[in-house]
């Protein structure tokens, strides 16, 4: 499974949990830790952690188990580390707060159809 389709199966398993305003920047061009950052928020903790989960269970199953993650008892920031993508799984409040996208910014935000 390329990095392409471990990223477009974390973002469905995201959607699947109504995750809100899901990013996909393809960092591959800027940095070395991975080809694709995958950024969403849930409106509370429990919906972070399902989320989470969501996305572990759905890479499991596809062969990929998750290499590192953070956060995960606090439920405001998750991140689940694939090597290849980068899941965030963030509170609304936290989200606004780090503002990864801005950070990020050399990447290329794109779209769930560009990752087809």
Do not use: C
Request: charged residues 25%; aromatic residues 8%; glycine residues 6%.
């Amino acid at each position: 499974m390329t990095s392409k389709e471990m990223a477009k199966l974390a973002y469905l398993a995201l959607e699947d949990k109504k995750a809100e305003d899901i990013t996909i920047i393809d960092i591959s061009g800027v940095s070395v830790l991975a080809d694709y950052f995958i950024i969403a928020n849930g409106t509370n903790s429990n919906q972070v952690m399902a989320m989470a989960d969501n996305v572990d269970e759905a890479l499991h199953k596809a062969g990929h188990p998750v290499k590192q993650v953070e956060g995960y008892s606090e439920g405001n920031w998750v991140l689940l580390d694939y090597s290849d993508i980068i899941v965030h799984v963030f509170d609304r409040e936290n989200r606004l707060f780090y503002d990864l996208e801005r950070i990020w910014r050399d990447g290329n935000i794109i779209t769930i159809e560009e990752l087809n």
